[in-house]
């Protein structure tokens, strides 16, 4: 981990926000605010313009998580709703219509692939999938009707980086717009907002909330119009937050300064630990990297790299089948983000709708695993990984890895 200098106001302090979010101060008040999980609120009359009417449209305990997260970015309050991928089509919505083109990262997660090539497409909109690595292939795809270019920085699962602000001056130049997915980072460690992106993504049931107890996603602009015609979207769709889930994610965010940092060291650690064992072809983590994407991860991320750490295995499939089976502290899972180490296998997990030949173009090989540190101690981490990795030497496997089935 390396610390280069914050871009961000001297006016926000994100430790001081996450720390205080959701707090009391009043005479006689609960320290911790209360769950409001009415779904309806009185009004003294058919002329009363109360904040909140109806909890579907909007409710204080939802608006509380939105306050704090759209503080984070010094934008507007947060439209908050029940998962990640029900703000993306929330977004979608409000940006896109029949005819429209979309230019989207060829690394972003399985299901945003899977909701524009499987569904949005049905609906008359194009997608076509670059590689946002490369500037000029994405200056080459936008054309005329291109509305939306959607990036995920770094990429999932492999980490590549976008440079933000890069694409978001192609992007604007040819009238279209910036949505970034920063849910590996969060807005502790990077600003999509300050490096040009006209919205920022969350899956907050990832980092955000960060104990594995509650689904939700944010979308975050300093767009009024935009803003307005998302929370729109929302009311005609009826994709909000829930009360008790908004209420858990607070609690969560009050403490994900320190867990996204602790557990970026232990990502690095982890990760350059990986780099030495034989049985692993390659680690993909930004403290890796070396030359301009080392300058690109030094100028775009706050401090540290994040927690999500990607290595494939020689062996395959049956190296992976074999090192999920033996490992005891890590937990196989399709989940990033919590404070347990998690192990994802993308080609049959979260990537396994996407295409096998984009799936191959990106990386995602049978034996490509991703690794999410949590707050365990790094040394009992790897001593998990150590067992799996001899479990692998073991069973020596079929050096020429089978085919991968998708399972789910
Ligand atoms: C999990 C995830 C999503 C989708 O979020 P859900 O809350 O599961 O709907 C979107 N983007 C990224 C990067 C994710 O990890």
């Known amino acids: 981990m390396t610390s280069s200098p914050s871009p961000r106001s001297a006016s926000v302090d994100p430790d001081l926000l996450c720390a205080r979010a959701g707090l009391n101060a009043g005479d006689g008040e609960p320290l911790v605010g209360a769950i409001v999980q009415s779904t309806t609120f009185c009004r003294s009359d058919v002329d009363s313009t109360c904040t909140h009417q109806y909890s579907r449209v909007s409710n204080p305990t939802v608006s509380t998580l939105e306050d704090a997260l759209g503080g984070l970015e010094r934008a507007l309050p947060a439209a908050c ?19 429209d083109h979309v230019v989207c990262g060829r ?15 049905d609906f008359g909109v194009e997608t076509t999938f670059v590689d946002a690595t490369d500037i000029d292939d994405v200056a080459a795809t936008l054309r005329p009707n291109t509305r939306l270019v959607f990036v995920e920085t770094p990429a999932n699962p492999t980490l590549d980086l976008t440079d933000l602000r890069a694409v978001a001056d192609l992007t604007h130049a040819a009238g279209a717009c910036l949505a970034v997915d920063n849910t590996f980072l969060t807005p502790v460690l990077q600003q999509p907002l300050d490096l040009g992106a006209d919205v920022s993504i969350y899956s907050t049931t990832k980092f ?11 979308l975050v602009t300093r767009d009024d119009a935009l803003l307005q015609r998302l929370r729109f979207i929302r009311k005609c769709t009826g994709a909000i937050q829930s009360p008790l889930n ?3 994610t607070v609690q969560g965010l009050r403490t994900l300064p320190l867990r996204i940092r602790h557990q970026s060291v232990t990502a690095t650690t982890v990760a350059a630990w990986l780099a030495d064992q034989p049985a692993v072809r390659a680690v993909h983590h930004p403290s890796r990297l070396t030359g301009a994407p080392r300058d690109l991860a030094e100028r775009q991320h706050l401090g540290a790299h994040g927690a999500v750490v990607t290595f494939d295995l020689r062996g395959g499939i049956d190296a992976a089948r074999t090192f999920t089976a033996h490992l005891t ?14 192990i994802t296998h993308p080609a049959t997990m979260t990537h396994a709708d996407v295409p096998i030949e984009q799936r191959r173009a990106v990386g995602i090989t049978d034996g490509l695993l991703r690794l999410s540190a949590g707050l365990e101690p790094v040394d009992a981490i790897i001593a998990d990984l150590d067992r799996a990795l001899r479990a692998i030497r ?3 496997t079929t050096q020429e890895a089978r085919p991968c089935v998708a399972t789910t």
Request: aromatic share 6%.
């Open 329 to 342: 502290l890590c937990r196989v899972v399709e989940h990033v983000g919590a404070i347990d180490t998690l």
């Open 394 to 396: 073991a069973e020596p």
């Open 246 to 248: 908004a209420w858990l």
């Open 81 to 99: 709703f029940a998962t990640g991928l029900a703000a993306e089509t929330a977004l979608f919505l409000a940006l896109l219509k029949q005819g």
């Open 208 to 218: 955000i909330e960060g104990h594995s107890t509650s689904l939700g996603g944010a």
């Open 107 to 121: 690394s972003v997660y399985g299901g945003t692939t899977r909701l524009l090539r499987q569904v949005l497409c």
